[in-house]
């Protein structure tokens, strides 16, 4: 089927153009549009987290969005002396699990394997040994993170012959409920200096 002619289907002879006509294109034009979109959807993306975070109250940590805590500092407590020291590990009930991670805070060599090569062989249970993350320690001391392991790391104390004992958090430690770091005090270590 053919369509009946009009003024638009004839075009005169000195027409040489084709197509539509614009304007040549701006640059970084197409970079607007990018960032324009970027930013779109970083805006849904954190409104969804926010969304989620309080309508849901899953805790999703977000430092911008979240209010700022500054971490508990680890204030050491003084425990008093409560609890009678456990002097032979054989003692100990099973059922609590005693671990113990030993860390050498001091310059002198493979103490931690010295150290714990002593309490193993009498009996202790040694779970770790390690460097600690200083080598300046000057005082030895057993952190225990449950009052009721107070008895065992007095015993540790008297075992090293060196050291107090210091009741800290959980997260202090994590892993082994009894951690000993030795300090210069101990004997056998370099002194510090």
């Given at each position: 089927m053919a369509y009946p002619k009009?003024?638009?289907?004839?075009?005169?002879?000195?027409?040489?153009?084709?197509?539509?006509?614009?304007?040549?294109?701006?640059?970084g034009r197409g970079w607007i549009a990018f960032a324009w979109a970027a930013l779109a959807t970083l805006l849904l993306v954190v409104g969804g987290i926010a969304g989620l975070k309080a309508f849901t109250g899953i805790d999703i940590d977000i430092p911008f969005l979240s209010a700022e805590s500054t971490p508990a500092p680890i204030v050491p407590q003084t425990p008093t002396a409560t609890a009678e020291p456990v002097l032979d590990p054989a003692t100990i009930d099973p059922a609590r699990n005693i671990t113990i991670s030993i860390y050498n805070g001091t310059t002198t060599a493979e103490l931690q394997n010295t150290v714990g090569d002593a309490l193993a062989a009498a009996g202790w249970t040694i779970d770790a040994r390690a460097r600690a993350s200083t080598s300046d320690v000057g005082k030895t001391t057993v952190y225990y993170s449950d009052p009721a392991n107070e008895d065992v790391a007095r015993g540790l104390v008297i075992a090293l012959g060196a050291g107090e004992i210091q009741l800290v958090s959980a997260e202090t430690f994590p892993g082994n409920p009894l951690n000993i770091v030795i300090g210069s005090d101990y004997p056998g270590a370099t002194p510090a200096g």
């Open positions: 009009d003024r638009f289907d004839q075009l005169p002879e000195d027409l040489q153009r084709v197509g539509a006509h614009r304007s040549p294109a701006q640059r």
